[in-house]
């Protein structure tokens, strides 16, 4: 059987490293890899691939920035020939980014299979691209792997549960796996942080709270303004927006970094007081490493993170000091998110239905 990833994007990266290590574990398996080139900036993307140890992408589209229409447009563009070489039994497309997207209706049209991973996620918000990539991705794909069971509830929802396979979330098996790899091995964090003392963790780079001058003005005061020390791992998206509307990104409490790799970041959180994002694969990696969240959106597509205040929506920037500052959770996390061995479910679905 033969399954080509359509991957472009740190997340996906994260997920494509545990389906690329099962797939090597099933003899009959042949796992093609596709880099859209979506996230071209080493630090975004070479980088993942080597910390993670996985293989080299069989093609690199290399499409760069743009707008969401022109990058869609130029994968499109590029997968076609790929689809027409390969003919994969599968096409196995990850999450919501505009990569996935472009890798679903390239196949589609070519009357190939497309297995969704990471399905049924919803955050209800009709701004974000990635809710319309992912609810497109569904109504097209044949295969939805679904990672809990509140995404099988808005699958079925949506008249998608024939479709639909629970497997767990296969960046659980690779955030666990990375945590106790890493456990011991020195903190790498910005320059001015004390990292035997209390510190945050921080990512921001979703278009709601950059693209607007004033709200990314009020984002950025707000981090400055916490007691703890800030380690802000600054997205190349952040950091051009910041730089074209005049605001300095470091100061107060805020101490800035390039993004780190993969295990760095997991050491990071899991040793941090305190996490601050609009990521939706960090909310779920800080859960799983048991580091309070404050999250900067109005919503969550990961609402079993909200139980027992682990995870914290903050809509008004004003209010992250507060956030941040509070209390530790006392209560348990319960596994929603698997047991670690999604990946392996996830390559016996597609083999069962090649």
Known sequence: MK????????????????????????????????????????????VFFADLRIPAPDVNLAVGSGSHGRQTGAMLAGMDEVLEEHRPDWTLVY??????????????????????????????????????????TDHAADLLLAPTEVAREHLAAEGLAARTVVT????????????????????????????????????????????????LRAVVEALQALETPLALFAHPRLVAKAEAAGIALAGGAVHVGAPVAYPDLVNAVQHAAAVVTDSGGLQKEA??????????????EWVETLEDDWNRLVVDPAELPAAVSRPRPTTARPPHYGDGTAALRSIDALRERA
Not at 34 to 44: C, I, R
Not at 118 to 133: I, Q, T, V, Y
């Open 3 to 46: 399954i080509l990833s359509v991957v472009g994007a740190r997340p996906q990266f994260v997920k494509l490293a545990a389906i690329a290590d099962a797939a090597a574990q099933r003899d009959d398996v042949e796992h093609i890899i596709v880099h859209t080139g979506q996230h071209y900036d080493a630090a975004m993307s070479d």
């Open 95 to 136: 999450g919501d980014t505009n990569s996935t997207l472009a890798g679903t209706l390239a196949a589609v049209k070519m009357h190939l299979k497309v297995a969704h991973l990471e399905a049924g996620l919803r955050s209800f918000n009709r701004r974000m691209p990635e809710e319309h990539n992912r609810v497109l």
């Open 168 to 215: 767990g979330d296969v960046m659980t098996d690779v955030c666990l796996r990375v945590a106790s790899a890493v456990e011991g091995e020195p903190l790498r964090l910005p320059e001015g942080i004390d990292p035997a003392g209390d510190y945050a963790v921080a990512t921001i780079h979703r278009a709601d709270n950059t693209d607007d001058p004033a709200r």
């Open 287 to 300: 859960y799983l490493l048991g580091t309070p969240c404050s999250t900067v959106r109005t919503e969550t």
